[in-house]
């Protein structure tokens, strides 16, 4: 099943064939390297860590949060294979298993970031908190059709336009609430007077 993985990874992941086929050594091995970029080794350490990891995934970075969420301008949000591409371009899973939704926000990460300082509210799910953002905000849900790992992940998406969920956290290094993940975009026209 490893060597499906490894040879789905590939044909199909956007790293270089170098790094992917020493997925299995050590990273000191790959670390001889010269001329391999830092991110390189970060994805690298990332695909590593989806392969052997078992203890909770890492927490979300700013440069994370941007590739698990923010989209550019440009793209047809209607073309019906929007999700299923945009997920597959960045690599959107959660240990190569297809996540069962997603959002992506037409946004950037200062103005994700201001939402963590923004109005307190029941998450989706009703569990957890999340805080909401004051502005409407364009993006996409994509809800998982079918399949099972990464890349044969379908999803349907749905144009969303509205006020965006997220959940934050307290990241110590720079002593900053950070947007951790993107939990909902809530229609301006749906009941909002009980969530203030
Ligand atoms: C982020 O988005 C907001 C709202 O669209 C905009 O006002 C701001 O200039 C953007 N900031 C950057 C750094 O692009
Ligand atoms: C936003 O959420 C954070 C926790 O993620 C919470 O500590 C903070 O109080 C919330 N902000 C407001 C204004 O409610």
Redesign the pocket.
């Known amino acids: 099943e490893l060597r499906t993985l490894i040879d789905t990874l590939v044909t199909k992941h956007p790293l270089p064939l170098l790094l992917l086929l020493q997925l299995l050594q050590p990273l000191h091995f790959c670390q001889r390297y010269h001329g391999i970029s830092e991110q390189d080794i970060d994805e690298y350490e990332e695909m590593r860590e989806e392969f052997f990891g078992t203890g909770p995934p890492r927490p979300f970075t700013k440069k994370k949060f941007e590739r698990f969420y923010i989209i550019e301008p440009g793209r047809p949000f209607h073309e019906s294979n929007y999700c299923r591409d945009v997920i597959m371009e960045k690599n959107v899973h959660f240990r190569l298993k297809c996540v069962t939704e997603h959002y992506f926000v037409l ?2 990460f ?2 994700m970031q201001k939402i963590c300082s923004s109005v307190f509210v029941p998450c989706k799910n009703g569990v957890r908190k999340c805080n909401r953002s004051k502005n409407i905000i364009h993006g996409v849900y994509c809800k998982f059709t079918g399949g099972t790992i990464m890349p044969d992940c379908n999803y349907i998406t749905y144009e969303r336009q509205g006020f965006v969920l997220v959940t934050c956290r307290w990241q110590n290094d720079i002593q900053q609430l950070i947007p951790n993940s993107i939990n909902d975009i809530v229609s301006p026209s749906s009941e909002l007077t009980e969530l203030d």
């Open positions: 946004s950037n200062t103005q």
